[in-house]
């Protein structure tokens, strides 16, 4: 291939890189800003009910009840978050988003909404307040972002306060699962044994202790993953704050 004519001038290289990482359209965006502003308010709606729902209890126990309904909701609204990477107005890796989305999905409906027994477990408090502060957080920092007006305090809180948000909810939701297990063994939920006309069996016991072990690879990554991106989005308004 021949190299670039001399009278090329950074400019129009800078278009041609600008062309590239080109965002959304304008009906995207305003879509996108639109799904962000409700998920962030129906984020706020949760951790307002936790807090009323504590006031007027005096006790920590059983505040899941009070937020059940919104929790179900909003958490299985994110499931258009895979969508919207599968049709490309956000550029993020439809398999990563599918991961991190299926598993709370699964964890709200196939775990807490089915084996009811857990539902009073102070680990599923555990993993809910984690993510409604992380949601709360992470859907504020996109809407600021697509209108381009993002507060650096947004910034920072998105890239600090997984250190412990992500910790904490792994931790509720292993727990969760693990409360959970004798229920499923008892009662076979979700199982299919043999003989069956379809010649097909399912131990959903041994299934979610497969989850369980599947924590052990896949969290480090996303960890550490979140951790280079702190240093990497972070470190350079810390360089430059030092040399102001």
Known sequence: MSAAAPGTSKAAQSDVAAKKKKGPGALATAYLVI???VMTAGWLVI??????????RG??????Y?????????QTGALLEILHC????????????????????????AITHSVREVQSEDSVLLFVTAW????IIRYSFY??????????????ARYTFFIVLYPMG??????TIYAALPYVQKTGLYSITLPNKYNFSFDYYAFLIVVMLSYIPLFPQLYFHMIRQRKKVLGHAEDYSKVE
């Open 47 to 56: 951790a307002v009910g936790l807090v009323r729902a504590y006031l007027a």
């Open 170 to 175: 792994v931790t509720g939701e292993l727990l």
């Open 35 to 37: 799904y962000n502003v």
């Open 143 to 156: 809407t600021f972002s697509l209108l381009n007006h993002l507060p650096y305090l947004i910034k920072w």
């Open 132 to 135: 409604t502060v992380t949601e």
């Open 86 to 109: 599968a049709v490309g107005i956000v550029p993020s890796s439809v398999v990563l988003t599918g991961f991190q989305v299926l598993s709370r999905v699964f964890l709200t409906w």
């Open 66 to 74: 009070s937020i059940e309904k919104p929790l179900k909701f909003f």
């Open 59 to 64: 006790s920590y126990h059983g505040l899941y």
